[in-house]
């Protein structure tokens, strides 16, 4: 089937790393994005990948491997301002955008 | 430059009821898009407009329907309500189509928060 698997709560402290994995079977591949989406608020753009490998954009980092259907969200020196919902989007063959239903961050002092 | 922009924010509605969503795009975007969030299935793909023409229908009934006018705002309409159509309906707006867009992202909007009683 058709599905996008991301945990749906994660933990971790201030100042510490995180790792949030999506894993994906969709009918073709056009690019996964990653958004983040505070409570009562729009998603908004984090990073996208269309080729395998990282992508880094300050404190935000994103990996991509097609072959293994895999990509992961790294959030370093984490802020007690990072604690939202991350959602995971992949672009499919057809161009429909399909989106994982979300990883609730928690960032404790 | 003004975000998107959606209206209402929040509407109650009873079951067998239509509602009407309407969304402006950024200026200078002509593709938008519209979602239904919801927490148990997440944000799932209803349909996409680009000038004042559906590109994509996602897995939808034929309940929800959708236009778009020239100066690019769109509308979304859900008649016969049900219980289950409750949820938030975000509308993203981008440039290009969403098949072309490669990097370019989508903004959102900040939702319609439907409830159905």
């Known amino acids: 089937g058709q599905n996008i698997d991301q945990p749906t709560e994660m933990t971790a402290t201030e100042g510490a790393i995180v790792q949030i994995n999506c894993t994906y079977q969709?009918?073709?591949?056009?690019?996964l994005f990653w958004y983040q989406q505070h409570a009562g608020e729009a998603p908004t753009f984090l990073s996208y990948?269309?080729?395998?490998g990282l992508e880094e954009k300050g404190r935000f980092s994103s990996f991509l491997s097609r072959s293994k259907g895999y990509s992961y969200l790294l959030l370093k020196e984490l802020q007690m301002k990072d604690s939202a919902s991350y959602l995971c989007?992949?672009?499919?063959?057809?161009?429909?955008?399909?989106f994982g239903a979300g990883t609730r961050l928690t960032v404790k002092p | 430059k003004a975000g998107v922009t959606q209206t209402p924010r929040y509407l109650i509605k009873t079951r067998g009821q239509q509602v009407t969503l309407s969304c402006s795009p950024i200026?200078?975007?002509?593709?938008v898009s519209w979602y239904q969030q919801t927490p148990g299935q997440g944000l799932q793909f209803l349909f996409e407009?680009?000038?004042?023409?559906?590109?994509n229908k996602g897995n939808f009934p034929g309940r929800f329907s959708g236009r778009q006018f020239s100066n690019s705002r769109s509308e979304m309409n859900v008649s016969t309500l049900e219980l289950g159509d409750s949820a938030l309906y975000l509308c993203?707006?981008?440039?290009?189509?969403?098949?072309?867009?490669?990097?370019?992202?989508?903004?959102f909007g900040p939702g319609t928060r439907l409830l159905v009683l």
């Open positions: 993203a707006s981008s440039r290009k189509p969403v098949h072309s867009a490669g990097r370019e992202t989508q903004y």
């Open positions: 969709t009918s073709g591949f056009n690019g």
């Open positions: 990948n269309v080729l395998d």
């Open positions: 989007a992949v672009r499919e063959g057809n161009n429909d955008m399909r």
């Open positions: 200026s200078g975007h002509r593709s």
């Open positions: 407009y680009f000038s004042e023409t559906q590109r």
